[in-house]
């Protein structure tokens, strides 16, 4: 009985031990880096920047584009500008598309990605920057009044891990 005790035991310290190990070595929670919309920060070897433009509704957005934009668009949209400069040597690609925008502590999803191509027409979901260019882009991001309100802060979530890095929408 005192052998199947003491197995019982060395176990239990060798699965605590593990735990340990995992959650304070392997896996540590990385710091939260928020930046603000017109900060220049450098995520990837990218200086980034990001404008705040406002909140659209599809009305607005039909006044400043055109008509057509109208079937791309959302009831309103967030928008968002992004300036990338690459001042690397060599050439890097940024996914845009898995941005993710969050609402205080509700989700808002990702970018529109049918309005995204229609105000980008140059630019793909994964953007390649040559070396010593910079690239502007458009980001449309769906806004629900009747889910969010005027609820605030809005971040832009970049990097959740390695490095949890997010942007700050802070109107101008």
């Not at 200086?47 to 057509?68: A, M, N, Q």
Request: glycine share 6%; hydrophobic share 40%.
């Amino acid at each position: 009985m005192k052998r199947i005790v003491a197995i019982i035991a060395v176990i239990a310290i060798a699965l605590t031990a593990r735990v340990v190990y995992v959650n304070a070595i392997e896996y540590r929670f990385t710091e939260k880096a928020v930046y603000s919309t017109g900060e220049t920060f450098t995520l990837h070897d990218l200086e980034l920047t990001f404008t705040y433009d406002g909140i659209y509704s599809s009305e607005e957005l039909t006044k400043i584009y055109g008509e057509e934009v109208l079937s791309y668009c959302d009831e309103s949209d967030l928008i968002l500008t992004i300036e990338i400069t690459n001042s690397t040597g060599e050439e890097k690609t940024l996914d845009l598309i898995s941005l993710r925008m969050q609402y205080a502590y509700t989700s808002g999803g990702g970018i529109n990605p049918y309005l995204f191509a229609y105000l980008n027409p140059n630019i793909g979901s994964k953007c390649t920057i040559e070396s010593a260019e910079t690239l502007t882009a458009i980001l449309p991001y769906p806004y629900d009044w009747d889910t969010f309100g005027t609820e605030k802060p809005y971040d832009l979530v970049l990097s959740l891990y390695p490095e949890n890095v997010r942007v700050r929408i802070v109107e101008k």
